[in-house]
């Protein structure tokens, strides 16, 4: 762990350990602030203390980072910008959130005649987002070796982590925006990123996102966990003045968003080779899907996922014994 980085911590939350920290041992500060084990005949770091104040704890936790994924042409598109951030969960995630808002959100005004005010909105409030990613850094699984993808599409951004809510939190729950965590997957990465004002904890993080969504005139949210509880999504829909920017090249458009864009859907060629596979096998697993079409398990999901928004794609019964039901 970092000295360094230890101190500035402590400096920004102005903590009294700040001034103390100078003229103390390493160890000793460290087991003040709880990041070491305090067995005195072995020292060891703590996960938090390897995440918050390590140079470099993908070494210690592969994939512990923020991958933003862009796609300017939707998913059928040929330009994907990516970059990724790491290092410290804390200055990962301020450079990915600086990042979003200096290349993902744009402002719009709007002048009346008739009045001296004008209407301003965002394609995105930056507060939904900072919420969004906040709480996939907080709830993420730092035992699973996957990222934390930001995907940013023409009409939406999804934020994915690894694993799913817990089990706790129903589906239904998800949909309702009624959900009450009850165990919290890491409390003590919670309190670091509260302390130092990057989010507020207690179950508040839903509220804020449809608080900063609703005063930007912005669609609600959408949240996701599959039943297997692997993977969690946090789809933000961009504010519906900024759709017709797209009618003509968006194909994923939400119908609550605008039913008049998008009413003959366009597949890209995964959708069309996951189609055509489902079609003359109704009762095909993801495992097949993934081998025949030869994308990952993934890229797979969301491509399923794709095809039930644009009403193509109907799942009946459960995974194991269900079928697909293809409309025409």
């Not at 209407?119 to 409030?125: G, M, V």
């Not at 919420?131 to 907080?138: H, K, T």
């Amino acid at each position: 762990m970092n000295l360094t980085l230890i101190q500035a911590y402590l400096k920004e939350v102005n903590s009294s350990l700040y001034e103390e920290s100078k003229n103390m041992e390493f160890i000793e500060l460290c087991r003040n602030m709880n990041i070491v084990n305090s067995l005195p005949e072995y020292t060891k770091p703590k996960n938090v203390g390897l995440m918050f104040f390590s140079l470099d704890p993908q070494r210690f936790f592969p994939y512990a980072q923020i991958d933003v994924v862009q796609f300017p042409d939707d998913l059928g598109g040929d330009k994907i910008i990516e970059k990724s951030f790491k290092g410290p969960l804390q200055q990962q995630l301020r450079e990915a959130l600086l990042y979003i808002h200096n290349t993902v959100i744009t402002e719009q005004i709007i002048k009346h005649p008739d009045r001296a005010e004008a209407d301003r909105f965002f394609n995105y409030p930056y507060a939904a987002i900072e919420e969004s990613l906040c709480n996939a850094v907080y709830h993420k699984g730092y035992d699973v070796r996957e990222p934390i993808e930001v995907r940013v599409l023409p009409n939406r951004i999804e934020i994915v982590s690894h694993p799913g809510a817990d089990r706790s939190i129903t589906e239904e729950g998800l949909r309702t925006y009624r959900v009450f965590n009850r165990r919290y997957r890491n409390r003590r990465i919670g309190e670091f990123l509260k302390e130092m004002h990057l989010t507020e904890g207690r179950n508040t993080g839903f509220r804020k996102i449809l608080n900063a969504l609703e005063q930007n005139g912005s669609p609600k949210p959408i949240f996701e966990t599959d039943p297997e509880r692997l993977s969690f999504c946090t789809t933000l829909r961009i504010h519906p003045y900024y759709i017709r920017q797209y009618e003509y090249r968006n194909d994923t458009v939400n119908d609550t968003v605008n039913d008049t864009v998008n009413k003959y859907p366009i597949l890209t060629k995964t959708e069309q080779s996951v189609l055509s596979y489902i079609m003359n096998h109704k009762q095909a697993t993801i495992d097949e899907i993934t081998s025949v079409v030869g994308k990952s398990k993934s890229s797979v999901n969301r491509t399923i996922k794709s095809l039930k928004a644009k009403g193509l794609l109907v799942r009946t019964g459960s995974a194991k014994t269900g079928f697909w039901n293809v409309k025409k």
